[in-house]
């Protein structure tokens, strides 16, 4: 579902990096990654842009234009036009990814992916880590209600390089794991700093007074006066700050994240802060991951770590110890989680017939690790630490599925006979259209919701209090579900003013009714209406089409007469079963709501309750 | 030998006719309308018995400026009175002093006066001549053919002349009036009898009655035997009529439904106002799940609340979000809760549906079910996009079931609705593991269509129903498919519809 740009030759070199699939080419993509499960929506030739302030980098069609702000610092490209630099053009992927991996969001991810599909590089990867010298101390009030947010991995990343294309892959990475993985950064969010503007070994992750202090955030000038705001002040002001202000607003203290000399990193999840930030001369980056999720944040950490590494080989990641109230953590951690997995029940679960040993080798092509021995029908399978989307071994047996091929399955039915089934009421109303357009009447089909408007006072009555009503409608035209059928059937009416009369239409649809015996307190009920607009239309021939409708169901009902208000008065009947009970009314519609909808000539309709006429 | 009666009706009356008779005549003693008449004569000569002569004539009418000169004298007549009056002469402006001329119309005579050689102008003055003394005892040819035309008569030269009257020489003089008299080119027809039409009259041919309609009096005493039925042409077109009919995407539907039910399936139904709790969390969508946000999702204001189905069960669902439960997963690592799980939503998928239907089964025994029904999602408005639109979904519980046998339901589904060619991908539901995308082949577009989803259900969904064997899933949206095959623009189509797409939509399309 997420759209993500993935910029060809990039991810071409890093699936040759390292050597086999030296002809591997962009068509040769296209076509492998929907059996991967990355659809291709295009390939897009693109434009590329630096936003001078952050060095964030964006990829835009000519479709879309140069962006107009900029989404990570917040600067206004057309307040300050110098400050978006054109860097040329570049060829994407545009890619509909699977939501659940953001591994391969990212060049350096998909690649590892590619390379293990392609059986060049197979099993689970193995990324050394450094030992920790870093320590963070975590506030114990970032476990409080008033200011939760409590979880915090951060990892330490030296001997970095970066040019425009790392920097942007950094940047996307962040901004593709907030919405994958941080639900749009509440969960978890990302902070990269420059190291080296860092000082001492210990830093702190506080809860703290949203007006107790000041910094410089990013995208902010320090030379500028008032540059420097209060933690409140960046939420009213920096941009954003605004977009992000209700992760914090609730709370009485915000979080923050300082270096040993007091220095800001940044107040997660809203913004760095303009001094620690990442340039092209960054040789050291601290990155933190911090949300209300355990899982989600380390999860974020592993795959930033593990996907800049792999975008930027000679880096050395190295581990931070978290002292929590909880007790202490090393960070990242990236020991794979072990799955056992029962060899037989994937075969049966896939409709496949293979063992153990084929098992094994389609795992590895998917990036796993498969441990030795172990017993014949089960595998023990080593998860990476950077894959989200692993639960049960399900997962895993989906994994073979796609190593192996979904093309490869031999498609078959189930061998089992069962008898179909029809529901009664789909018959009836079957039945029930077949009449109606014996009698010359046209079906329509209208919107099942609503409003008061249009069912009641159109009609020259008030609601009721008995009508299902949504919450949180999106427009002023639907915001009940429909209790009657002819609204719907006089706005077609009114639609069709200017051809031909006379005009015969019907609907038999269900109708939703407030009903407190039921389990959800509301239900469906099958209905049929039809209405008549003609110069000479009246009574008499609503009268005739209930008769003959009434009489080919093969029922019987009463006519009486009744009062109301829609209905012009001494015009409008009744229908009743044996037992008394109303069916349904018709008549002749009051010239009052024929004004409402705009029409000009007479109109009839009928409405009834075709489970009430059909009750036994 | 019969003949039409027209036909025979003229035959007989030319019979009785010395000489060929103008058609005139015969229609009026036919009493039957020129046009019947003509053809009628037309059809005897192709057979041979009459022969039809033309003969053009001249017909003539007075004209506008003639007819005042019925009752009134001619200008130069009445000049030849006004000089005979004075001496045989006058001058020429003081002739209207002695009659109802004017200048104008005097000087308008001079040229007939002179024509005729009734007076010549002298210097200032008319003189009679030799010819105008004796103009008075005899009136010209073209003062009686002007009389003989009074009161609008239309007459050809023969009967004119018939009538004593010097046609010729009245028509050199007023051929030079203009507006005086008119003249028509016509053609005479007469008819007469060929000496075959004789013989057939002779041999007693009798005429047989022609008819539009057939009537239950021709029906009654077999009159119909007698009378001729006059052909139509039949390639005219006649009024348009528009039968009665279902909706087109009620045909959609019914086709959708038709095939599951050959296919043995058992049609279900849910609520469409549905409990967290079977749209969401028996679905294992965690509680903080996007999908489930004010955003995308309608809430139920009233009723404001739905009941839980049972203690056991809910406590299953919620050990299975919160750590797998007995599932065997980790789950979603969170805490549930319970009073988000009854909050009424407009059901968001038709797959609450069937994850009810699964509920109810009873693990042990085969299963298919489906149900095809409206679906709610809180999207803005647009020519794709109705807040309500219709899904169809459908499960099948088997120990048979697998990816292979998926793949294979699919195929046969989508054949079974016209679609030969099916291919499927991997995808990504928070409800199926393995899942597929399924896209299929538009031979009308040449390029393949995502057409809905499928997979096979999560042992998270399936465990806490006390269902062990497999589940196939898989539904698509209705709106698509039936815009696609109706070859619609807009969704607004098919609910906001206009008379001439019901009544000109054919019912079948091929």
């Known amino acids: 579902m997420p759209i993500i740009d993935m910029p060809v030759d990039t991810l071409l070199a890093h699936v040759r990096a390292g050597g086999g699939a030296a002809d591997l080419t962009a068509e040769d993509l296209v076509e492998l990654l929907p059996r991967l499960g990355c659809e291709v929506d295009e390939v897009a030739q693109t434009q590329q842009y630096l936003c001078g302030v952050c060095g964030k980098i964006y990829d835009r069609t000519t479709a879309q234009g140069a962006p107009m702000s900029c989404s990570n610092c917040g600067t206004d490209f057309r307040a300050a036009p110098d400050s978006l630099e054109d860097l040329g053009p570049n060829t994407v992927l545009r890619l509909d990814m699977l939501a659940v991996r953001p591994d391969i969001f990212d060049p350096g991810g998909m690649a590892r992916y590619i390379r293990g599909f392609l059986g060049i590089e197979t099993g689970l990867p193995h990324y050394t880590l450094s030992a920790a010298r870093l320590t963070v101390k975590v506030d114990p009030d970032l476990s409080n209600e008033d200011s939760r947010r409590p979880y915090i991995a951060c990892a330490v990343v030296r001997n970095v390089r970066l040019d425009h294309a790392s920097i942007k892959l950094v940047m996307n990475l962040q901004e593709d794991l907030h919405w994958a993985l941080g639900r749009d950064r509440k969960l978890a969010s990302i902070g990269v700093y420059d190291l080296d503007t860092l000082e001492g070994e210990t830093f702190h992750y506080d809860a703290v007074d949203p007006d107790g202090l000041r910094f410089v955030p990013l995208g902010f000038s320090p030379g500028e006066p008032d540059s420097a705001l209060t933690p409140r002040e960046i939420l009213a002001r920096h941009k954003t700050g605004q977009a992000y202000a209700h992760l914090l607003q609730p709370f009485q203290k915000y979080p923050l994240l300082r270096d040993g000399a007091g220095t800001v990193l940044s107040m997660p999840p809203i913004i760095n802060s303009e001094a620690t930030r990442v340039t092209l001369q960054t040789r050291s980056f601290f990155v933190d991951v911090t949300g209300l999720s355990q899982r989600a944040v380390d999860r974020a950490l592993n795959i930033i770590v593990t996907s800049f590494k792999e975008i930027m080989p000679r880096i050395d990641v190295e581990c931070v110890i978290i002292e929590g109230p909880e007790g202490v953590r090393i960070t990242p951690d990236l020991t794979p989680t072990a799955m056992t997995l029962d060899v037989p029940t994937a075969a049966a679960t896939l409709g496949v017939e293979l063992n153990t040993g084929e098992f094994a080798e389609l795992l590895e ?82 919107l099942v919701l609503t409003s008061e408007e249009a069912a009641f006072r159109k009609w020259r009555t008030e609601p009721g209090d008995n009508i299902v009503r949504i919450e949180n409608p999106i427009s002023t035209e639907q915001t009940i579900c429909r209790p009657t059928i002819l609204p719907g059937l006089l706005e077609t009416l009114a639609i069709n003013k200017q051809y031909d009369l006379p005009q015969y239409l019907f609907e038999v649809g269900d109708c939703c009714l407030l009903d407190d015996t039921v389990e959800t307190g509301a239900r469906e009920e099958r209905f049929l209406a039809a209405a008549m607009i003609g110069s000479h239309v009246g009574y008499a021939d609503i009268r005739a089409v209930a008769d003959a409708f009434v009489h080919e169901m093969g029922r019987e009902c009463r006519i009486k007469p009744i009062e109301h208000a829609s209905y012009i008065p001494g015009r409008a009947a009744g229908l009743y079963d044996a037992a008394d009970r109303q069916i349904g009314l018709m008549g002749e519609v009051h010239p009052e709501v024929l004004e409402n909808y705009g029409l000009k000539h007479p109109v009839s309709v009928l409405e009834l309750s075709l489970e009430r006429l059909l009750a036994d | 030998m019969e003949l039409p009666q027209t036909q025979f009706d003229v035959l007989q009356c030319l019979g009785t006719a010395a000489e060929p008779m103008p058609i005139t005549k015969l229609v009026s003693a036919l009493a039957v309308d020129q046009a019947q008449v003509m053809a009628a004569c037309t059809l005897l000569q192709d057979s041979g018995y009459v022969r039809v002569a033309e003969q053009p004539y001249e017909e003539y009418r007075l004209g506008p400026a003639g007819e005042p000169f019925v009752e009134a004298a001619l200008p130069e007549r009445v000049v030849v009175g006004v000089l005979a009056a004075c001496g045989g002469r006058c001058p020429i402006t003081a002739v209207p002093e002695h009659c109802e001329l004017d200048a104008g119309q005097v000087g308008g005579a001079l040229r007939w006066l002179n024509q005729r050689n009734w007076a010549r102008k002298e210097g200032p003055d008319l003189v009679l001549g030799e010819g105008g003394r004796t103009a008075s005892d005899k009136p010209e040819p073209d003062e009686l053919l002007i009389k003989a035309l009074a009161g609008g008569r239309v007459a050809s030269c023969a009967e004119l002349e018939a009538e004593g009257l010097p046609v010729k020489e009245a028509m050199a003089v007023l051929s030079k009036r203009k507006g005086f008299v008119t003249v028509k080119e016509r053609t005479a027809r007469t008819v007469e009898l060929t000496d075959a039409g004789r013989q057939l009259l002779a041999a007693g041919v009798r005429g047989r009655r022609q008819v539009t309609q057939l009537t239950p009096e021709l029906l009654a005493d077999g009159g119909w035997r007698d009378v001729d039925l006059q052909p139509y042409d039949v390639t005219l077109a006649a009024k348009r009529l528009h039968p009665g009919k279902e909706h087109a995407f009620q045909r959609t539907l019914d086709r959708v439904r038709r095939v599951f039910l050959e296919m043995g399936f058992e049609e279900i139904v849910s609520p469409w106002v549905e409990s967290s709790f079977w749209d969401f969390d028996a679905l294992f969508q965690p509680q903080d799940h996007p999908a489930r946000d004010m955003q995308d999702t309608f809430y139920v204001a009233r009723p404001d609340r739905t009941k839980l189905p049972d203690e056991a069960l809910v406590a299953r669902i919620q050990a299975t979000h919160e750590n797998g439960g007995d599932t065997g997963s980790t789950g979603w690592q969170y805490r549930w809760n319970r009073e988000l799980a009854s909050k009424p939503v407009l059901r968001t998928h038709t797959t609450a549906a069937t994850i009810r239907a699964l509920a109810r089964h ?148 091929s």
């Open chain 1, 365 to 446: 092509a998917m990036g796993h690790g498969v441990e030795e021995g172990g017993q014949a029908d089960r595998l023990t399978v080593l998860v990476p630490a950077y894959r989200h989307d692993v639960m049960h071994p399900v997962d895993l047996i989906e994994d073979a599925a796609i190593a192996h091929g979904y093309d490869n399955l031999n498609p078959e039915l189930v061998p089992t006979f069962t008898l179909g089934r029809p529901r009664l009421i789909e018959e009836q109303a079957a039945t029930a259209r077949r009449i109606m357009t014996g009698l010359g009447f046209h079906q329509v089909m209208t």
């Open chain 2, 362 to 509: 009873a693990q042990g025994r085969p299963g298919k079910y489906f149900i095809i029904g409206p679906v709610f999602r809180r999207e803005t408005v647009d020519y794709k996009h109705l807040p309500v639109f219709h899904q169809v979904d459908g499960i099948v519980v088997d120990p048979y079931a697998s990816l292979a046998t998926l793949i294979g339901t699919l195929t046969a589904f989508y054949q079974k609705m016209g679609f030969p060619k099916v291919k499927v991908t991997p995808s990504f539901f928070p409800y199926t593991e393995p899942s597929a995308e399924v896209n299929l082949y538009m031979e009308s577009r040449g390029e393949w269509v995502e057409m809905g989803g499928s997979g096979l259900f999560r042992p998270e969904v399936t465990l806490p129903l006390g269902i062990t064997d497999r589940v196939l899933a898989w539904g698509l949206g209705l709106e698509r498919l039936a815009m696609m095959i109706h070859n619609l623009k807009s969704v607004g189509d098919l609910y906001f519809a206009t008379m001439p797409w019901l009544r000109e939509e054919p019912l079948c399309r």
